[in-house]
């Protein structure tokens, strides 16, 4: 199995989605590399499959979970990393990542990312579903920080050390998300620099970019409009103490052009050199219903376009 | 062992699937308070989340029953859906899986005759089927990048490429979903029979209406394999000769247009058993004294 040392380090590049397909296969824009949802592939015998196979001849492509579900009590979902490895050994990704997370328990799923309570006894637990995972998958799995929006009274650690010691007892990568450090420090009311301090950086495969929604009281992470400020700051810091770990922008709701998308991405490049000065913004997003978090209607493709009925 | 942890997660879970059973008292001693966001407040961020992200992955799938149910009434279907049939799969494409049969078994008139049944949930019923079924052909694995039939492909070579299905209904659904899908506004369409086919090439499903003897043939055809059994399926359904059905199938046009529309890829030649195992196909046989039908529905 590889370590996660020698995993490439890609720049910037984007989520893979299903509006944009077209115009990446066509005009094959100077992108730097692209993440999948490994979900939105994995099962497909239709053109999703067809698609990433044509996009990996010609990009470096990560593969993304959302439903690993490393945390969950219930049984390792042998079936579901069986398809991922038949997904990976087809078009060899750069790497695979998923959560910090469970997704459903007793059989159920609930197709959101719940957060661990974190315990030595669920420390051992996540950490021996890890090393299963990577046996089967037969690479470092890389485990992303979720977004949240509680904490459990049981925990006895903070995420960064949880994941330091899940990651030096697994040999696992981690996926610094920076929007969620943002999300999950401004809900708890912690600081998100002394968090990205505390994260141990020098396990940082990747890192997330996204947009949130500001409520005032609290934050949504909705990954569906540019990324804030105060987000960007913390990018700054982030990519310096992990030396410039590959970066990439999510955008799962009010998906914009794919122009617009990759000029989102660029301004990270301002944030990289250290010259980028986010002016502080503290305006919130008004007192309408709030948007989901995590959106996941994305993932669903709109098989309405590729239909046609023909004369009797 | 995990017990601290199952223990969370089942309380979390059903605390999302039933906000109601969240008790106050659990909610104080397993979430820390004292952030920003109030522990019943970030949990029930979890649970607000649960249902609306279902919900539009649901609208996703079945766009035209939405247009016609109204997003509201629509929702409040999903809401009792996922309340009975909690999510099972890592998969999103599986959510509206058991949504026909759901909406078939929680009808608000199921208690009612047939006769007395409300006419518009028939079609509801029938149209989420269409849908889930047009949801289905999208990723199924399929034909492309391999060969289809060609006219030269005998008859005895002939079989049903994978990504292929035949609907019956009770209403003309598939009209009624393409209107949708054109940005119309379609009327309930009135109660009549109506038959499909959906076939898949080049990533592209394509409906095809088919007369009530086509889809009989297919029937055969797809439950038992060869073209040899759909004939004799649908000889015995119109009381013709097999030889009959034989040569209106490759005169009339059909042949050749489904091959057209990659029905067919060339297979090896069946084994004569003897059982074409097609009786349960639940149609009316044809009753002696009627006009005589042919391939492409009844003559005059």
Redesign the interface.
Known sequence: MAAIADLPRLGLGLGLRNVHFEEILRDRPRIGWFEAIS?NFM??????R?VIREIAEHYPIVLHGV?L?I???DPL?LD?LARLRRLADEIRPAWISDHLC???????????L?P??L?E??L??VAARVRRAQDILDRPLILENPS????????TMEEPEYLRRLSDETGCGLLLDVNNVYVSC?????DPVAYVEAFPCERVVQMHLAGHEHHG??V?DTHDRPVRPEVWDLFRLAWTRTGGASTLLEWDGNIPSLGECHAELLKAEAYMTGAGAAAPDASVDGDGP?S??????F??????D??????? | MSADVASVQRWMHEALISPRSAARADIDARLIHGGRLAAAAGLAIYQRGYFLRIAACMREQFPALCHALGQPLFDDFVADYVRDKPPESHTLYDLGRRFPAWLEENRPDRDLSSGERESWIDFMIDLARYERQVFAMFDREGQEGRPFAATATPDEHLRLQPCFDLGAYGFAVPSYYHAVRRGEAPSLPPRGPAYAALVRTDYVTRTIPLTQPQYVFLAAMKQSGTVERGAAALARHLGMDSSEVRDSWSSSGERQRWIDWGFFVAGLAARPDGNDGIRSLELQDHAPGRPRPTMKGVSP
């Not at chain 1, 469970?102 to 959101?112: A, E, I």
């Not at chain 1, 401004?186 to 912690?190: D, K, M, R, Y």
């Open positions: 979900e099962d497909s015998g239709g053109r999703p067809a439903s579900s945390g969950s009590t979902n579901y469970w997704t459903g328990v007793m059989g159920l799923n609930s197709h959101d719940l661990m309570p315990t006894e669920s051992a637990h949240s929006y509680l904490r459990f009274a049981q925990s401004f809900n708890a009311g912690t009281s609290h949504i709030e989901i978090s995590n959106p996941v209607g993932l669903v493709p709109r098989v309405m590729s239909n046609l009925m023909e004369p009797a």
